[in-house]
């Protein structure tokens, strides 16, 4: 009931490629869904973040699009740049001031 | 933006000994801190939930006397290893929320027992 599941655990883009990340979760508590990019050796950062009244979100390159009957949300990485290699963290909560359950993560690498 | 620092950066320490890790909210209050402990290409997992003026609630399987955490004022919260360790060795990160729906994470501190 606490996992949040991702894949792929890996992803290889060419520059200016399309990176879709996707999530699946089984707790229906969780209203709160961020997405968080880390480098080695670093915090993750929060990247973009949504709540089920909403099936998608923009922000620049990144859009994170949401399937409540599925139970499952993605994000898209538009125009993927070499910058962009990194790993991406989804994680849920139950309210956006909680816990958060992280996914295992997904590798990013975007070849020049 | 808000930001959360971490202090020390990076810390190597020799087996028995206690170490502390220092989270602060620099330009906000945060009366609710979390702990989280990464290993080498893994993901986050949630040790404990701090909480300015009461007791810390941890999660199930981690050690509440080896891994002291105290929250005393609005901006600190501080994690504690004792008797630490090889396998104590990870990346600690700390985390703490200035709006609901947006959650910073500090830069971590790697904590290395030799």
């Known amino acids: 009931q606490q996992q949040v599941k991702q894949s792929p655990q890996s992803l290889i883009v060419q520059k200016g490629g399309i990176s879709i990340i996707n999530c699946a979760y089984e707790?229906?508590?969780?209203?709160?869904f961020p997405w968080y990019q880390q480098f080695p050796g670093k915090g993750p950062a929060l990247l973009i973040a949504i709540r089920p009244d909403v099936s998608e979100k923009k922000e620049g390159r990144f859009t994170i699009s949401f399937n409540k009957s599925a139970k499952q949300f993605s994000l898209h990485i538009m125009d993927s740049q070499p910058g962009d290699s990194a790993t991406y963290f989804c994680a849920a909560s139950k309210g956006g001031s909680e816990k958060l359950v992280f996914g295992k993560g997904t590798k990013l690498t975007v070849n020049p | 933006g808000a930001v959360v620092s971490q202090h020390p950066s990076w810390v190597i320490c020799k087996s028995g000994t206690s170490v502390k890790i220092e989270c602060r909210s620099l330009?906000?209050?945060?009366?609710?801190m979390f702990w989280y402990r990464q290993f080498p290409k893994q993901s986050l997992m949630l040790m404990a939930t701090s909480n300015e003026g009461s007791k810390a609630t941890y999660e199930q399987g981690v050690e509440k006397d080896k891994f002291l955490i105290n929250h005393a004022s609005l901006t600190l919260s501080t994690l504690t290893v004792t008797s630490a360790h090889p396998e104590d060795s990870s990346f600690y990160i700390c985390?703490?929320?200035?709006?609901?729906?947006?959650?910073?994470f500090g830069p971590g501190t790697r904590l290395t027992v030799l």
């Open positions: 985390s703490a929320h200035p709006t609901v729906d947006t959650q910073y």
């Open positions: 330009d906000f209050q945060a009366t609710t």
């Open positions: 707790n229906t508590a969780f209203d709160y």
